[in-house]
């Protein structure tokens, strides 16, 4: 377009230097637009600049969840090796997760469609979805103990999510199978018994 509206001004402008001067003029008119643009689409997308926010990773679990945060801490500096531990599943890019996430435990569902694209199936995370909601609000403690053994779990995380998540959480049975070794608050967890 801008070559045709180009050509035919060559065409009816006489003088080279008129040429030049809408070429110029056209030019300009366009470069400016494209600055403008890049201004306003870069600013709405990164949004104030001015405003640090570091590179901290865990910084959201202080203002969303600083019990959870703090129970995190305790697990980083705490615990050696890599038990399973228990936690809420949820849905991608969500709060969900956030102790394996931040510990590199291994827990026993993550992000349920991240899992599912990993193995190419939904046939691994689908029955974990029932069975971490099984773990937490059964009420029969037969059937919380089979599954701590079907996957090993030796952690158990309750904290705002898993109490937000299950609306019938079960807690009094993880005490029966472990003992509380970190509470802050309503934020607790339970290492299990074999």
Do not use: C
């Not at 400016?32 to 405003?51: P, R």
């Not at 971490?132 to 158990?156: C, R, S």
């Not at 898993?162 to 079960?170: I, P, S, V």
């Amino acid at each position: 377009i801008i070559v045709r509206l180009v050509s035919g001004i060559k065409h009816q402008v006489s003088s080279v230097f008129n040429f030049y001067s809408v070429f110029f003029i056209f030019s300009l008119l366009f470069f400016i637009l494209v600055m403008v643009y890049s201004y306003f689409a870069i600013n709405s997308y990164y949004g104030n600049l001015q405003v640090y926010y570091g590179l901290d990773g865990t910084a959201y679990l202080k203002n969303s969840y600083p019990t959870d945060y703090e129970a995190i801490l305790w697990l980083n500096k705490n615990i050696k090796g890599q038990p399973v531990i228990l936690e809420a599943q949820g849905d991608s890019y969500t709060d969900f997760a956030r102790v394996s996430a931040n510990t590199g435990l291994p827990t026993v569902l993550g992000w349920t469609v991240h899992e599912w694209l990993w193995r190419g199936t939904y046939d691994v995370p689908a029955p974990r979805i029932e069975e971490v909601k099984t773990l937490y609000e059964a009420k029969e403690l037969n059937t919380t103990e089979q599954l701590i053994k079907k996957y090993n779990i030796e952690l158990v995380f309750v904290g705002d999510l898993e109490r937000q998540k299950y609306l019938n959480l079960n807690e009094q049975k993880f005490e029966s199978l472990g003992e509380v070794v970190f509470q802050a608050y309503e934020t607790r967890i339970y290492k299990l018994t074999n």
